[in-house]
């Protein structure tokens, strides 16, 4: 289903795409690094460990590799599409984490649309600002937006109308935006399976994540999901973002071949604050539930929360950035053997330097502390600790035609 939905957005598009050989751009970004972890194997190795690298697996890494292209169709509509290797040898050897159609009509009045089409990252993270959805202040973003990245991926459309206020004098632009979706129907199966992570390594459209491996992009009950926000904007200095999310599962709903539908909802809430030109201010939380199962099967209700602030320091090429993470799942009903309510923190330090126009020298240093009582299962201690040193080097490059 999800190939089909890519290759009939990719056949309906590509007479326009065919045409516009020299409106095309194509940015591209190459991360290796070396990797020392301490603690229990990774989620990604089968084991209960939330960091992304484990002792079984470190030393010299590919953590990503992508190409991003932007075809420049007409003044307002552009086509974008993000292509990723990783080196954790996943199903598809290169596979697609964006591709979408976008809308910006030139604005008439004060308000200004704009829309996307296709499957892209919903607007909720504060951090991951960059081409690609990179952090742009860490190697490994926060455990809100590593969870937001493991299983979520608008695959339907996305409006949003903005009233430009700050270009006629008034304090701020305000924006409405609002999106229906499919194919997020088991959002939550791997928040319930091992709690929050602090990972790098977002689930792409077609590929799986973790071991056993999870897949997520299935439309199983037929009932489309939205998802809903507000965002208010101080220039470039002050951005505060509020968003309900809701796929609207059935959680009573299961495919054959395995896939439950789970009922996941959650309410975010953060802000981005930038006093000066070398400062950054973020805090964002975000709280939620996640059900399946009905009828005559054991229902599975849980509630998760997760928070984190950050401080980041910008000087000539280098920056230095901080960031405290709290995340908490409750597990009320379910499943026999131990609960999964997992109760965690992590400290993340990270140090960039730029080489240039094309490199970027990365250094970050994670401790993360969980609780987590299915580990008893593994004879490994419900309270762990973990650390994760991370030395990247990424190069960057950007052509066009």
């Known amino acids: 289903m999800r190939l089909r939905f890519a290759l009939a957005a990719l056949a309906a598009f590509w007479p326009l795409v065919a045409g516009a050989q020299d409106r095309l751009t194509l940015d591209g970004d190459l991360d290796v690094r070396w990797v020392h972890a301490t603690g229990e194997p990774s989620f990604m190795n089968g084991g209960p460990g939330i960091l992304r690298f484990d002792p079984e697996h470190e030393g010299l890494e590919l953590g990503r590799a992508f190409l991003a292209p932007t075809w420049r169709i007409a003044d307002i509509v552009s086509l974008h599409a993000v292509l990723d290797t990783y080196g954790d040898h996943n199903r598809n050897p290169v596979d697609i984490s964006e591709f979408y159609l976008s809308v910006r009509p030139f604005p008439t009045g004060p308000v200004r649309f704009s829309a996307r089409i296709g499957a892209f990252y919903m607007p909720v993270s504060l951090e991951n600002r960059g081409i690609g959805w990179t952090d742009v202040y860490s190697i490994t973003p926060s455990a809100v937006n590593s969870w937001i990245g493991e ?30 979706y499919g194919w997020n129907d088991p959002a939550g199966a791997l928040l319930a399976e091992r709690g929050f992570t602090l990972s790098d390594r977002p689930s792409t459209l077609f590929g ?54 789970w009922r996941t909802r959650f309410s975010s809430l953060g802000a981005r604050f930038e006093p000066d030109a070398h400062w950054t201010l973020i805090a964002q939380a975000l709280d939620g539930n996640t059900a399946v199962g009905g009828g005559d099967d054991p229902q599975f209700y849980m509630r998760f929360r997760a928070a984190f602030a950050l401080a980041s320091y910008e000087w000539g090429r280098q920056r230095l950035t901080g960031r405290y993470d709290e995340f908490h799942t409750h597990q009320l009903s379910g499943f026999l053997g131990p609960p999964h309510t997992q109760d965690g923190h992590a400290w993340t330090v990270a140090w960039a330097y730029d080489l240039g126009e094309h490199w970027q020298f990365l250094s970050e240093w994670i401790r993360a502390a969980s609780s987590f ?22 190069y960057h490059f950007k052509a066009g035609w």
């Open 151 to 180: 299983e979520f991926r608008t695959m339907g459309a996305e409006m949003e109308a903005r009233w430009r206020g700050a270009s006629s004098g008034y304090l701020g632009d305000f924006a409405l935006i609002g999106a229906a």
């Open 208 to 261: 799986y994540l973790g071991s056993p491996p999870l897949g997520f992009y299935h439309e199983i009950d037929r009932r489309p999901g939205y998802y809903g926000g507000v965002t208010w904007r101080h220039h470039d200095r002050l951005e505060i973002r509020a968003l309900r999310y809701d796929n609207r599962g059935d959680p009573t709903a299961s495919t054959r071949s395995g896939f439950y539908a």
């Open 373 to 394: 009582p299915p580990r008893l299962a593994l004879d490994e201690p419900v309270m762990q600790t973990q650390t994760q040193l991370q030395l990247a080097a990424r």
